[in-house]
């Protein structure tokens, strides 16, 4: 099994920026690709962005593309999400999930955090 906890929501205005924090706990060494969801009220969930096991290849949704990074230390079993330029529309609750398949990107998530509220006022 594998804890993930999320940090670092809260309320911001447009055009400023946040950092989210996902702590991994457990059985980490069976975590590869991590990655971050958002689901905004009635809509789907949808993938933000996912990270190799390394850290060395990235996927981003094209609605964040060129203004949220993500990136992890496997030292600390920790995965991040900068998010610059936040806009009204990236309101939502963040997700960080872990994956134990070894392909990249990994055809699901299976471990979830209880997710983390970001909201961005206009």
């Known amino acids: 099994q594998v804890q993930l906890v999320e940090s670092g929501g809260g309320s911001v205005q447009a055009g400023g920026s946040l950092r989210l924090s996902c702590a991994a706990s457990g059985r980490t060494f069976s975590s590869n690709a991590m990655g971050w969801f958002r689901q905004a009220p009635e809509k789907e969930r949808e993938l933000v962005a996912e990270?190799?096991?390394?850290?060395?290849?990235?996927r981003y949704s094209d609605s964040v593309k060129g203004r949220f990074t993500i990136s992890r230390d496997n030292r600390k079993n920790t995965v991040y999400l900068q998010m610059n330029s936040l806009k009204p529309d990236d309101t939502a609750v963040y997700y960080c999930?872990?994956?134990?398949?070894?392909?990249?990107?990994?055809?699901?998530?299976?471990?979830w955090g209880q997710g983390t509220q970001v909201t961005v006022s206009s």
């Open positions: 990270v190799s096991l390394s850290g060395g290849t990235t």
């Open positions: 999930a872990a994956a134990t398949r070894i392909t990249f990107p990994p055809p699901s998530y299976d471990y």
